[in-house]
């Protein structure tokens, strides 16, 4: 179906400001980091926080008259078959950790609002379609991309933003010794990149030794977020480079195949739980509901965690197409130190000893000299 003209016209109209914003390096880059900086670290951290040991949660359910005004209608219209699809659909995502939950939410909002929310919004169908092209090129890299969304959702959860960041400094050491493994030696940076990456090994070690936060569990979940997002870094320069596609419509595939996996992810859990409460009775019953949140987080909360998520990668892709390497690696280090001054002015937490503090200035110094000698 055509749209019309006028509706056309007025797109256009819209989208050519816009379009104008997005090849403003100065733009894209504040609002690159600023959404990261700001609405990821507090909607991430506070969906995860949410009613935490039972106690509220800072962001108001504003959702709460809507949600009763809807069953009452449903009370009063008498649809028992879509109130019980309703409580089943809940009582599955209750049965989630809040990683599995987060890491569920951003993945079908991403895809969702990659595919209907653009300047073009006519063509959303060869959005869908291109989408669906080229998720085999890019499900090696899909993997990598949930493994490690997950894991950094159990990382904060854990063991708190500043060191699950301080953590991820380490990429750059994984990505060559990963890029090493698949193309040799050829593939090193030079000698005073390589001379960076201590800095970087002593920071996280300083971070983690005798820090407030550290929890083995935790640590290892950072780890992994960090190795996966280095092999997600080389794999998805591949697929790239074979299908000659921009990072958004790779990141439409790749949100597409980790939303899959979330749902089999879920599916699973869920099962689980349910067959546990059947084989082990009610005292299993009541033992497993006091390990589940009391209640899932708001749909306003769950939205602006998911276009948080979504907005930060958009305005990633963007910015990185703009400038030079060595331009968007120093803002990526001082995006990270950001996101842990602005988790620590949010959340509060354990105060770190002068140690785990010498540790985050060495791991973010060093990740910072390491971009700017590679991309040399």
Same mark, same amino acid.
């Given at each position: 179906?055509?749209?019309?003209?006028?509706?056309?016209?007025?797109?256009?109209?819209?989208?050519?400001?816009?379009?104008?914003?997005?090849?403003?390096?100065?733009?894209?880059?504040?609002?690159?980091?600023?959404?990261?900086?700001?609405?990821?670290?507090?909607?991430?951290?506070?969906?995860?926080?949410?009613?935490?040991?039972?106690?509220?949660?800072?962001?108001?359910?504003?959702?709460?008259?809507?949600?009763?005004?809807?069953?009452?209608?449903?009370?009063?219209?008498?649809?028992?078959?879509?109130?019980?699809?309703?409580?089943?659909?809940?009582?599955?995502?209750?049965?989630?950790?809040?990683?599995?939950? $987060?890491?569920?939410?951003?993945?079908?909002?991403?895809?969702?609002?990659?595919?209907?929310?653009?300047?073009?919004?006519?063509?959303?169908?060869?959005?869908?379609?291109?989408?669906?092209?080229?998720?085999?090129?890019?499900? $090696?890299?899909?993997?990598?991309?949930?493994?490690?969304?997950?894991?950094?959702?159990?990382?904060?959860?854990?063991?708190?933003?500043?060191?699950?960041?301080?953590?991820?400094?380490?990429? &750059?050491?994984?990505?060559?010794?990963?890029?090493?493994?698949?193309?040799?030696?050829?593939?090193?940076?030079?000698?005073?990149?390589?001379?960076?990456?201590? &800095?970087?090994?002593?920071?996280? *070690?300083?971070?983690?030794?005798?820090?407030?936060?550290?929890?083995?569990?935790?640590?290892?979940? *950072?780890?992994?977020?960090?190795?996966?997002? *280095?092999?997600?870094?080389?794999?998805?320069?591949?697929?790239?480079?074979?299908?000659?596609?921009?990072?958004?419509?790779?990141?439409?595939?790749?949100?597409?195949?980790?939303?899959?996996? *979330?749902?089999?992810?879920?599916?699973?859990?869920?099962?689980?739980?349910?067959?546990?409460?059947?084989?082990?009775?009610?005292?299993?019953?009541?033992?497993?509901?006091?390990?589940?949140?009391?209640?899932?987080?708001?749909?306003?909360?769950?939205?602006?965690?998911?276009?948080?998520?979504?907005?930060?990668?958009?305005?990633?892709?963007?910015?990185?197409?703009?400038?030079?390497?060595?331009?968007?690696?120093?803002?990526?280090?001082?995006?990270?130190?950001?996101?842990?001054?602005?988790?620590?002015?949010?959340?509060?937490?354990?105060?770190?000893?002068?140690?785990?503090?010498?540790?985050?200035?060495?791991? $973010?110094?060093?990740?910072?000299?390491?971009?700017?000698?590679?991309?040399?």
């Amino acid at each position: 179906m055509m749209a019309s003209p006028l509706l056309s016209n007025v797109s256009t109209s819209i989208a050519s400001p816009m379009v104008a914003a997005w090849s403003n390096s100065a733009v894209m880059g504040s609002g690159w980091m600023f959404s990261s900086i700001i609405f990821s670290t507090y909607f991430t951290t506070e969906f995860l926080k949410y009613e935490e040991n039972g106690q509220a949660s800072k962001i108001k359910d504003l959702n709460n008259d809507f949600i009763l005004r809807q069953h009452e209608f449903m009370k009063t219209h008498k649809r028992p078959l879509l109130q019980k699809q309703r409580q089943a659909i809940s009582e599955a995502l209750k049965s989630l950790s809040r990683p599995q939950l $987060l890491t569920l939410y951003r993945f079908s909002g991403s895809l969702l609002m990659g595919i209907f929310v653009h300047t073009n919004v006519f063509a959303w169908k060869q959005r869908l379609l291109d989408t669906i092209k080229y998720m085999p090129d890019f499900a $090696l890299s899909a993997i990598f991309l949930f493994v490690a969304n997950y894991s950094n959702s159990i990382a904060l959860d854990r063991i708190g933003i500043s060191l699950t960041y301080t953590s991820k400094c380490i990429i &750059p050491l994984i990505t060559v010794l990963l890029s090493v493994s698949v193309d040799g030696l050829k593939a090193l940076p030079c000698l005073p990149a390589l001379l960076m990456l201590i &800095p970087i090994a002593t920071g996280v *070690a300083l971070t983690s030794w005798s820090s407030p936060t550290f929890e083995k569990k935790g640590f290892i979940a *950072a780890m992994l977020s960090s190795t996966a997002q *280095a092999a997600l870094n080389v794999s998805s320069k591949r697929a790239l480079s074979h299908t000659k596609i921009s990072g958004l419509d790779a990141q439409r595939s790749m949100a597409s195949v980790a939303f899959i996996i *979330a749902i089999f992810m879920s599916l699973q859990t869920s099962i689980k739980s349910k067959l546990k409460m059947i084989t082990d009775g009610d005292d299993t019953e009541i033992s497993t509901k006091s390990n589940v949140p009391p209640s899932l987080p708001p749909f306003s909360l769950s939205l602006a965690a998911a276009a948080a998520y979504h907005y930060e990668y958009v305005l990633s892709f963007i910015f990185l197409n703009l400038v030079q390497p060595i331009s968007y690696g120093t803002c990526d280090a001082v995006r990270r130190l950001g996101i842990i001054v602005a988790g620590r002015a949010f959340f509060g937490g354990e105060p770190f000893s002068s140690l785990n503090y010498i540790g985050i200035t060495l791991a $973010l110094l060093g990740a910072t000299g390491y971009s700017i000698f590679s991309a040399r």
